[in-house]
Structures are given as structure tokens and as C-alpha cells.
């Protein structure tokens, strides 16, 4: 793979209750596990930034796919559920729901676009055969 662009980040302190910002000083959070699971609350939590990058870069592909249809989907919006459970082994994983609505196009078409962004936004590549990443189109 050629980076075209690359990110940096840096967590500090004690993990899921410890400090995250990106190098660029664009972002500075306080991270803090989550209420359910034993924490304060009182943070941002890694599954809470993954759910609002998934998306956004689902949209992006969803919006991709539509102009190379031809296929007006203004007013659109990707909405995204990060879970976080525990495995039988006494890990954890993650799985996702992610819920398109696009204004004005039939279910079946829109499902077709969502189908297709699924294929190629990256964070749907990346965790293909890794996690579950429920798909569906939702009226608005």
C-alpha cells in the first residue's frame, strides 16, 4: 500500500482512563471507561471514536458509490453503533451496526447503494472476517 495520508495519535496515562490526542493538536481527549463497564463515564472511550470514524468514512463510500451511479442522495446520513462484549475466552470484541438513510430513493435501491459502500470504505474492508458489521438501510 502507498499512505496517501497518515494519522498519528498518542495515548498517555492509564489506558481507557488516561488522556488520547493527535499529534496535530487537532484533537485532546480525556478518555474514561465507559459507566457500563465498571467506570466512570466521565471520558470519551475508544469504541466512541471508532463509531464516529466508521461513520464518517462509510458515508464518504456511500457517497462515492452514489456519484458513480449517478444516484442523488442529498440529505443523506450514516449512523453507527460500536458494541463492545466479552468473549467465552475472557476477551473482548467488538461488533457494529451502521444504519444509512437516504431521503427520496426506494428501499431496495438504497440497500443496493449501502451494500456497495460496504464494499469499499476502508473501515469495512478492515474489519471484514474480523468483527460482525450489520448493514441496513433505515427510513428517515
Same mark, same amino acid.
Given at each position: 500500500?502507498?499512505?496517501?495520508?497518515?494519522?498519528?495519535?498518542?495515548?498517555?496515562?492509564?489506558?481507557?482512563?488516561?488522556?488520547?490526542? *493527535?499529534?496535530?493538536?487537532?484533537?485532546?481527549?480525556?478518555?474514561?471507561?465507559?459507566?457500563?463497564?465498571?467506570?466512570?463515564?466521565?471520558?470519551?472511550?475508544?469504541?466512541?471514536?471508532?463509531?464516529?470514524?466508521?461513520?464518517?468514512?462509510?458515508?464518504?463510500? *456511500?457517497?462515492?458509490?452514489?456519484?458513480?451511479?449517478?444516484?442523488?442522495?442529498?440529505?443523506?446520513?450514516?449512523?453507527?453503533?460500536?458494541?463492545?462484549?466479552?468473549?467465552?475466552?475472557?476477551?473482548?470484541?467488538?461488533?457494529?451496526?451502521?444504519?444509512?438513510?437516504?431521503?427520496?430513493?426506494?428501499?431496495?435501491?438504497?440497500?443496493? *447503494?449501502?451494500?456497495?459502500?460496504?464494499?469499499?470504505?476502508?473501515?469495512?474492508?478492515?474489519?471484514?472476517?474480523?468483527?460482525?458489521?450489520?448493514?441496513?438501510?433505515?427510513?428517515?
Amino acid at each position: 500500500m502507498k499512505a496517501l495520508y497518515t494519522a498519528e495519535a498518542l495515548a498517555t496515562g492509564a489506558g481507557r482512563n488516561g488522556q488520547a490526542r *493527535l499529534a496535530d493538536g487537532s484533537l485532546d481527549l480525556g478518555m474514561a471507561i465507559p459507566q457500563e463497564m465498571g467506570g466512570s463515564g466521565d471520558g470519551a472511550n475508544p469504541e466512541q471514536l471508532f463509531a464516529l470514524g466508521y461513520a464518517a468514512c462509510y458515508h464518504s463510500a *456511500l457517497q462515492a458509490v452514489a456519484r458513480q451511479s449517478k444516484t442523488d442522495i442529498s440529505g443523506s446520513s450514516v449512523g453507527s453503533r460500536v458494541h463492545i462484549g466479552s468473549t467465552d475466552d475472557g476477551g473482548f470484541q467488538l461488533a457494529v451496526d451502521l444504519e444509512v438513510t437516504i431521503p427520496d430513493l426506494d428501499h431496495d435501491a438504497a440497500q443496493q *447503494l449501502a451494500d456497495q459502500a460496504h464494499q469499499v470504505c476502508p473501515y469495512s474492508n478492515a474489519t471484514r472476517g474480523n468483527i460482525e458489521v450489520n448493514v441496513s438501510v433505515v427510513e428517515d
